[in-house]
């Protein structure tokens, strides 16, 4: 029988991505608070987890592996441009984000390290870091991002995040509110662009962290 879906466990006995109910309700039946979800897919359940449960408890999610000539229509990348990608510890609550050049592998840029974040805010920082730096170089490269929920924030041009503010992240919230402005204040000629990973394999700007 094909796999139909995977659990993440935010906060139980043990936390990560499990393969059966079984393994999920060892982990969080009877235990105060836990918060959990099921995915129909390892990779989104793997996104999730590397975020912060408040981007998906609540919220339906449809992902579904891609066939042979879904594979084909995506093509391939386009070597010249940015991938932009973050990372986020479980653990501390720290997160940081790069961007890099997609063929050449150099680094231009990164952010962070920074306390109290989640994923998806380094994604959205890091995809509007890209399109400043490009204005500032009078590039015009597309943006590759793994991240749909921060390509959405940068066209709407807000950060829709439920993560409160605290003294511990009030750097990277600063960062945010100038991440918005620029937006508001600028406009750009880059094509955000979804780095597809089921055809591709791992965004190039990964922090291999996994």
């Known amino acids: 029988m094909a796999k139909t879906k995977y659990y993440v466990v935010w906060v139980g006995r043990q936390t990560g991505v499990f393969e059966t109910w079984e393994e999920c309700s060892a982990q969080v039946s009877g235990y105060p608070k836990a918060v959990y979800k099921s995915f129909k897919t390892r990779e989104l359940a793997e996104q999730a987890f590397k975020s912060s449960s408040r981007e998906f408890i609540g919220k339906d999610f449809f992902e579904s592996e891609l066939t042979p000539e879904q594979l084909a229509l995506l093509g391939s990348p386009v070597k010249e441009s940015i991938s932009v990608d973050g990372a986020w510890d479980t653990t501390t609550g ?117």
């Open 94 to 210: 720290v997160a940081e984000y790069q961007g890099i050049h997609t063929e050449t592998g150099k680094i231009l840029f990164k952010g962070g390290p920074f306390e109290d974040g989640t994923n998806n805010i380094v994604e959205f920082l890091a995809i509007v870091h890209a399109l400043a730096y490009c204005k500032q170089n009078s590039l015009k490269l597309p943006i590759y991002s793994d991240s749909r929920n921060a390509i959405g924030w940068v066209k709407n041009k807000e950060a829709r995040t439920n993560h409160k503010r605290s003294d511990k992240n009030k750097k990277l919230f600063e960062l945010i509110d100038r991440a918005v402005k620029w937006l508001n204040e600028n406009t750009y000629d880059n094509e955000i662009l979804k780095w597809e990973t089921k055809a591709w394999g791992e965004n190039p700007a990964d922090f291999g962290r996994k």
